[in-house]
């Protein structure tokens, strides 16, 4: 099931059809590479898969890849993007709907209205004084305005000589009217920092990092003022901040407006119904590239995982969500929660997420829920850290370290804690930077991004850690079983254990595992303060 097609024309007829056209070739595409392999899989196409062994043998890390191709096939056919709001991410809709569908799964696609933000033409920063001129890697933030501006540029002082730069308008006293202003990262939302510099009578703001690494960032989607925003990095800025006389061009072109995207949502038929288990990813991609990892990495292992659990004869009823507009603020799973009665919220047993999970650079990173590291965000609500040692588990079994990361707010776990349901999953990093001693423990290149294509038009079908991905495909197997059959460790529950299942819930609760490791806080997607 999908969205239904237009009604106002042949124009918007035409549009509805070439995007199922896309999806049908996709479904195509997707089936093609999916491996056959005689008995075994015709066995996995019938069998109740209630074991371990019997899940974690049909789900294959090839599988998950057959569904990440048909997102690309989906992308190459939309204009390289699935951004909700697009053709592109309502094809998504429509494939994933009829993967669930054809699994035996009762699918609701759930629309909901949101802002969009789509970037029309690419962003431009140059400098045009002192010589030598030229252009300067930038990145946009989510709900920017548009411009193209040439202005003088000033710079705010930063810290320390000052702790909240651009937070206050005081800090724009004597600002002249008609610059760009130069800001440093750092203590109050980048949407505050922005507003300020308008009132002030900036023509553009560029906001530098206050840490190595680039800046992802948004707005937010109630930002709607009519201002050029881009970020850089913090060498770049200081750079900037240096140079005397410095002019800028600044150029944006943003469509910022409401439309109608969807969540896919798709239960067991069995299962206790008073006892839900939820398992999460998001769909969309940013406006710059199709999203393959960020997320087609998790949602393609969910839709491979419940493929194979279709049949599994499950305890607890089972909930598979794919979240729209995640890129835009958690808009889907915020409004999923938000919109559910109070009785269905504390139905539902936990809620697991998987997003980015095979980056090419990766660290085994788990959602810290007992708050371990103790730095960051505080623990998760009791439960989740049954989940977090789940998952260490999981890593022990299969010889592999892991790390905490913070419940950063950064994904669609955010509404799900917000209202008390214990929460947990696994990331392998963002724009994050590989440490030496990450690269000396999983291997890979220090000094550089977890996922160097994070939110970037390379984030296609060829951006991902095969490795990586082969061992959190089964970990989404090996967590989403377990809780089928009982969340007791969660929230005291019933149920049964996997049938021949090994020890579980053993696993370390201290912040990483591996002797001497060290939590991380980065994770995954856009940021709205600081």
Excluded at 34 to 53: E, H, L, M
Excluded at 250 to 277: C, H, L, M, Q
Aim: aromatic share 8%; net charge negative.
């Amino acid at each position: 099931m999908g969205p239904c097609p237009p009604t106002d024309g042949w124009a918007r007829l035409r549009e509805y059809l070439v995007r199922r056209l896309s999806t049908l070739l996709a479904l195509v595409i997707a089936l093609a590479m999916i491996p056959v392999s005689g008995a075994g899989a015709a066995s996995c196409d019938t069998q109740t898969n209630n074991t371990y062994k019997k899940l974690l043998d049909c789900v294959t890390v090839d599988g998950a890849r057959a569904h990440q191709a048909a997102l690309q096939s989906i992308a190459d056919a939309n204009n390289g993007i699935r951004t909700s709001g697009t053709p592109g991410y309502d094809a998504s809709v429509d494939y994933a709907a009829g993967v669930f569908e054809a699994a035996g799964y009762d699918v609701t696609v759930q629309p909901f209205d949101f802002q969009t933000f789509i970037v029309l033409t690419p962003t431009v920063l140059e400098q045009v004084a002192p010589p030598p001129a030229g252009p300067i890697d930038t990145r946009i933030f989510t709900y920017s305005g548009s411009g193209d501006v040439t202005a003088s540029v000033t710079h705010l002082p930063a810290p320390p000589a000052d702790a909240s730069p651009g937070c206050e308008p005081g800090d724009f006293a004597g600002f002249p009217a008609g610059d760009i202003a130069l800001i440093s990262r750092g203590a109050c939302t980048f949407a505050i920092k922005a507003t300020n510099a308008l009132a002030a009578g900036a023509v553009g703001v560029v906001i530098y990092n206050n840490q190595p690494g680039v800046i992802n960032g948004t707005l937010g989607n109630g930002f709607t003022l009519d201002i050029p925003v881009t970020s850089v990095t913090q060498d770049v800025g200081q750079a900037l901040a240096a140079t005397p006389g410095l002019v800028l061009r600044v150029k944006t072109d943003t469509f910022r407006g409401v439309a109608t995207t969807y969540n896919v949502i798709a239960e067991s038929r069995g299962g206790d119904p008073d006892n839900v288990v939820m398992v999460g990813a998001h769909l969309d991609s940013v406006n710059a590239g199709p999203g393959i990892q960020d997320n087609g990495s998790g949602s393609a292992a969910i839709l491979e995982v419940a493929e194979n659990m279709a049949k599994s004869n499950v305890v607890n009823k089972v909930r598979f969500a794919l979240w729209g507009a995640e890129e835009s603020g958690l808009v889907g799973s915020t409004y999923y929660v938000n919109n559910l009665a109070a009785e269905e919220l504390e139905k539902i047993a936990l809620y697991l997420n998987f997003d980015m999970i095979g980056s090419p650079n990766h660290v085994f990173f788990v959602y810290d829920g007992d708050d371990s590291d103790g730095v960051g965000a505080g623990p998760g609500p009791d439960g989740s850290a049954a989940i977090e040692q789940l998952f260490e588990s999981y890593y022990t079994q299969k010889g592999q370290s892991w790390k905490g990361t913070d419940f950063s707010g950064r994904s669609d776990y955010g509404p799900f804690i917000a209202v008390g349901i214990p929460s947990g999953g696994l990331f392998t990093g963002a724009e994050g930077i590989k440490t030496a001693d990450e690269a000396a423990i999983w291997g890979g290149t220090a000094g550089v991004q977890y996922d160097p294509c994070y939110h970037l038009a390379c984030d296609t079908y060829d951006n991902i850690n095969l490795h990586a991905y082969d061992i959190n495909v089964d970990a989404v197997a090996y967590s989403t079983l377990t809780y089928a059959y009982s969340t007791e460790s969660v929230n005291g529950a019933g149920g049964k254990i996997v049938p021949g299942s090994p020890s579980v819930g053993s696993g370390s609760t201290t912040a990483a595992g591996y002797p001497g490791g060290e939590s991380h806080g980065l994770h995954d997607h856009d940021e709205v303060t600081e």
